[in-house]
Structure formats: C-alpha cells, structure tokens
C-alpha cells in the first residue's frame, strides 16, 4: 500500500477537483466526544472513479459527508474544483450541492409521483437551469433509459431506478458525483452493471466519481481505493482487484 499523505503543493496541481488538507471532525464534547476524522489529508484527480473504504466506524461516511458539503469540520480544509468550501455558509453550500454536486444513494432516492424523465431533469429544474437536450439524449442512450422515462419508480426494476438516479447526478455535469453504497439494494447482475456505468462516465466522459462501500468487489471497479481506519488515512490501492483490496483490508486490521 502507498502512503496517501499529500502535501500542500500537490493541491494546485490542475488535475486535483477535490482536496481534503488536515481535516479533523469530532461529535459530542467533553469525554463523550467521538473523533470521526483525524488528520486526514487526500486529494481526488479530476476524471478517476476512487473508492473509499474501511472497517465499520472509520469515518467513511462522515468524510463523504464533510466532501460533498452536508457537514462541516471542525478544523482544516475542503477544496473543491479550486474554490475552498469549508468557510461557506448555509446558503452557499446549498447552491454547491445543487450546481457543483451529484448524489446516487443505495435507496434510489427518486421522487415516487414522477417518471423517470422528470426525476433525471429534477436537479436542473430545481436550479432553475436550462435542460441541454444533447447531453440529455446522450445520457438516456448510454443508460439505455430511452422506452424507460414515462415509467414511475414503481414500475422499474431496482438496475432500472439505479440508472434514473445516475443519470439524474450526471445530467448536471457536477464536479463531483458521491455514489454512497449505490448497489447495497441490487443484485449481483445489476449493481454489476451500474458499476460498469460509472467507471464509464469516468472514461468516457471524464467525470469525477467518488464510491463509499463496504464491498471489494464494488471497489474493485475503481481506478484506486482510499483506505481509512480510525478517521485516518490507511493508505490506498491502485488499480484494485477484488483480491488486492481484500488483503489490504486485512493488513489495515492488524495495524
């Protein structure tokens, strides 16, 4: 495994979209205080699928959570596409979120009363933006989502949802898309292929990817995966393998 400390000079290199510098995040005070983050400093490559992972407990979530804007640390910095967002506030966050930032969560998180054509437009709609109809049919095409898009949530399949919700986070062309456990609720053959649809965004599109997962295999699909034990940065591995990942995992837990 690779040492994932950075220093500060690698932040302006033009290829990193997303930087975590010293970051530290605690809940509770006193002595029922938990740290949840401890120092961690990474850096995210424009257009790479990266995976983050680690026991249960060490921080995964909570640092999806302080990237993507939905919390705040407690102490270092967040730079996102070359604008530090630690020091926004409320309002600003919201507007990043909504312009700069694509979510696919495990549970779909489609809107139940609107086919799957208005659940994709529903980030731009909700901006107030302008629908590029192009880059709208391309997405459809590519998520095979064309005879699809008058149908409700209720009347796809969980691959079928999963690909609504994808390309929903990709209509937005977003610096960042976080996939938070996006195949927990599909079957083996379908989180498979929403896998492969993402690290195709990547390639194909250079889009920015960053996976939360508890599952090897899942990460195996990643160009590279970030490793935490104990809200520390563990180290990572670069063009996973189910089996790669699995042993560094193993060697994580007896550090």
Do not use: C
């Amino acid at each position: 495994m690779k040492a994932l400390m950075s220093t500060p000079a690698d932040v302006t290199n033009a290829d990193v979209v997303l930087s975590a510098q010293s970051v530290r995040k605690s809940f509770g005070r006193g002595d029922t205080a938990v740290t949840a983050l401890d120092d961690i400093t990474v850096n995210f490559e424009a257009g790479r699928f990266s995976a983050i992972m680690g026991p249960s407990g060490s921080g995964k979530s909570t640092f999806m959570h302080v990237l993507a804007g939905l919390d705040r640390v407690d102490s270092g910095t967040i730079t996102m596409g070359g604008q530090e967002i630690t020091g926004l506030n409320d309002k600003e966050l919201t507007q990043l979120r909504r312009d700069r930032v694509g979510f696919i969560f495990q549970a779909f998180n489609l809107v139940p009363t609107l086919t799957a054509e208005q659940n994709i437009e529903l980030p731009v709609s909700l901006a107030r933006k302008k629908i590029d109809p192009e880059w709208k049919a391309e997405v459809v095409e590519r998520l095979e989502l064309g005879d699809r898009l008058r149908h409700r949530p209720h009347e796809l399949s969980g691959g079928q949802q999963q690909r609504v919700a994808v390309a929903r986070a990709l209509l937005t062309r977003p610096d960042v898309i976080f996939a938070d456990e996006p195949t927990g609720n599909l079957d083996s053959q379908a989180g498979a292929e929403v896998l492969a649809l993402l690290h195709g965004a990547t390639t194909r599109y250079g889009q920015t990817i960053i996976l939360v997962t508890h599952d090897p295999v899942a990460a195996s699909h990643a160009d590279r995966v970030v490793l935490l034990k104990d809200g520390r940065a563990g180290g990572e591995v670069q063009q996973p393998s189910r089996e790669s990942v699995v042993s560094a995992l193993g060697e994580l837990s007896d550090l």
